[in-house]
């Protein structure tokens, strides 16, 4: 038997459940991973309080990423004792996902655990984390050199905001932090390396096609007329990383930035994202990211305390990054 928190719907509403089930009730899969920990996403978020349509099929068990031991499995990339991290591929929303202490999946999925992380340390980066790096990669990718300008980033209280201030200033970036709470995390952005701090409010009014122009690059983890407003303020050449929605899935913007100054849109996407790629992400986020990063901006929660601090981070009242303890 083993514990887990389980999604079921009655009447439209979402339940969340702590159970004990059989190894039997777990999905198919190749490789079979007793769970160390998981985390919580935005996504995870909108699961667990049945706010978004994230899962179509109930029982489920939550959890879009996992980091853990294998202790069977049937392919031959994957042993008994192999530390491995899991994040995307739909797991935890259409097939059974990290918060239970046991997890079936395929070993597509899994990437094996850098010598140097712990399960710990793997899920306090989590899918939030290994996204913050990859919309870095992306604006390097794309050229843009700390000596470009300045990088905004959107959301910057959040789990992808916070882990992408850090990264950036560790590169050497000058960082813009926007956040809806200055009151609130103003130090905590600033200690995690942010130039600066910006209230969300100043990006919330409404924008001409082409404002003044500020950022060289974006990281927005916040869409909608956030991002349409600070693509109105790119400078020329400028390219926006975007991977979220926590304000909306709407861009209300313009062609103007794109056809006048040349700016690039940068779609950044974790989930289906291809192996190389994201074992390379691994590692470079393991580099980069300080031990201060983990004490100043991680905090751990039990299984219990799942849906109190879903609840929160859909309401958009969490910071940095949370653990979950299996
Ligand atoms: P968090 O909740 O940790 O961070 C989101 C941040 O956005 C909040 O902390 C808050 O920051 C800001 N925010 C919240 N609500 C609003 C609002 N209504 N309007 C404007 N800003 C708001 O979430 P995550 O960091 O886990 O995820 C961030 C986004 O990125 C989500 O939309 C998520 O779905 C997406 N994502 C996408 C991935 C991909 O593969 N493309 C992978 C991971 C995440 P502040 O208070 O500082 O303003």
């Avoid at 004792?81 to 739909?90: A, F, K, M, Y």
């Avoid at 070993?107 to 996204?131: Q, R, Y």
């Amino acid at each position: 038997m083993f514990k887990a928190l389980v999604l079921t719907q009655e009447d439209r509403v979402t339940l969340a459940n702590i159970c004990q089930l059989p190894e039997t009730d777990l999905p198919e899969g190749e490789v079979l991973v007793d769970v160390a920990c998981s985390s919580l996403n935005y996504k995870d978020g909108l699961a667990v309080t049945g706010t978004g349509r994230i899962i179509r099929n109930f029982p489920m068990v939550p959890g879009i990423d996992f980091a853990g031991v294998v202790s069977e499995s049937a392919d031959p990339r994957y042993k008994a004792g192999d530390r491995v991290i899991l994040t995307g591929w739909g797991v935890g929303e259409n097939h059974w996902g990290g918060m239970a202490e046991k997890a079936r999946v395929n070993a597509d999925w899994l990437v094996p655990m850098p010598e140097a992380c712990s399960a710990d340390k793997a899920m306090m980066i989590g899918t939030a984390g290994l996204t913050a790096m990859l919309c870095v990669q992306a604006l390097q990718n794309a050229n843009i050199k700390p000596e470009s300008g300045d990088i905004l980033v959107t959301g910057a209280s959040g789990g992808v905001g916070s882990v992408a201030v850090t990264l950036l200033s560790r590169l050497g970036y000058k960082v813009v932090a926007s956040t809806g709470r200055a009151d609130e995390n103003a130090d905590l952005l600033r200690s995690l390396g942010a130039s600066e701090v910006m209230e969300r409010s100043e990006l919330e009014q409404d924008a001409r096609p082409l404002e003044k122009q500020r950022w060289a690059g974006i990281v927005d983890t916040v869409g909608n007329k956030v991002l349409a407003t600070a693509l109105a303020q790119m400078q020329y050449g400028g390219a926006a990383a975007i991977c979220g929605l926590a304000g909306g899935f709407a861009l209300p913007t313009t062609v103007m930035p794109f056809i006048l100054r040349g700016v690039s849109l940068l779609g950044v996407d974790s989930v289906s994202c291809p192996f190389e790629k994201r074992q390379a992400a691994w590692e470079q986020v393991l580099e980069l990211l300080p031990d201060s990063y983990y004490q100043q901006a991680g905090q751990t929660i039990s299984l219990d305390q799942v849906p109190e601090f879903a609840d929160k981070i859909v309401k958009g009242q969490v910071t940095g990054r949370v653990l979950v303890k299996l």
